[in-house]
């Protein structure tokens, strides 16, 4: 039953050709891509914590515990940058010498 599916003409070959993309992708390629969604996914996460660290010090009304809540959200999200940032640049780094080193 498989070798008959694979036998179907789909026409997915005519928009990959289309659309530039030549080959399956080495393995390098795919990590780093996959470093790059979940990177991606940590940064969005960090703007929702970022948010709702504004949210919550605009609605704390001066009261001290709450405000120094925020505060901390707010503090341990900027950390939380930093890490991510710096997670990017090791990342980038790194895949980037598997490159050179695999491409000869």
């Known amino acids: 039953m498989l070798p008959v599916l694979l036998a179907i003409e ?3 070959d005519v928009t990959r050709n289309a659309a530039g993309y030549t080959g399956t ?3 390098t390629l795919i990590v780093g891509r996959a470093i790059q969604i979940a990177l991606g996914a940590l940064g969005i996460v960090f703007i929702l914590f970022l948010i709702y660290g504004g949210v919550l010090w605009m609605i704390a009304r001066g009261d001290k515990t709450k405000v120094e809540q925020a505060s901390r959200m707010l503090t341990n999200t900027t950390i939380a940058l ?11 780094y790194v895949v ?3 490159v ?3 491409a000869g």
């Open 10 to 12: 789909t026409g997915l």
């Open 25 to 27: 992708g080495s393995v």
């Open 82 to 92: 930093v890490v991510i940032v710096a997670s990017y640049a090791i990342a980038t």
């Open 96 to 98: 980037g010498a598997l």
């Open 100 to 102: 050179q080193v695999t």
